[in-house]
């Protein structure tokens, strides 16, 4: 069983920044992709970005150049450093952890974000 804990939220001024961590413990392959999401109060959970084992990223439209997601093989770990936000980055995130051959999701009970104009 997979659990992860994300911490490093909290309330922030427009332009400033967090980071957020995700640690993962528990029996984990390591062919997984580990990832941030985001939820906003009535709105539908998005992708904020990805990242897999070896290193690949995805971001969504609305974050590069402004966030980044890193991960620390050694320690299961995950990062996301964001910088420059806005009020539109207020959401609950959540961590997210994929392995594969058959896929398994597991999710953290996620952190809270708020940016204040």
């Known amino acids: 069983q997979v659990q992860l804990v994300e911490s490093g939220g909290g309330l922030v001024q427009a332009g400033g920044s967090l980071r957020l961590s995700c640690v993962a413990s528990g029996s984990i392959s390591s062919d997984n992709t580990m990832g941030w999401y985001r939820q906003a109060p009535g709105k539908q959970r998005e992708l904020v970005a990805t990242?897999?084992?070896?290193?690949?990223?995805i971001y969504a439209d609305s974050v590069k150049g402004r966030f980044t997601i890193s991960r620390d093989n050694a320690k299961n770990t995950m990062y996301l450093q964001m910088s420059s936000l806005k009020p539109e980055d207020t959401a609950n995130y959540y961590c997210r952890v994929t392995t594969w051959g058959p896929q398994v999701d597991n999710w953290g009970q996620g952190t809270q974000v708020t940016v204040s104009s």
């Open positions: 990242t897999t084992r070896g290193g690949s990223t």
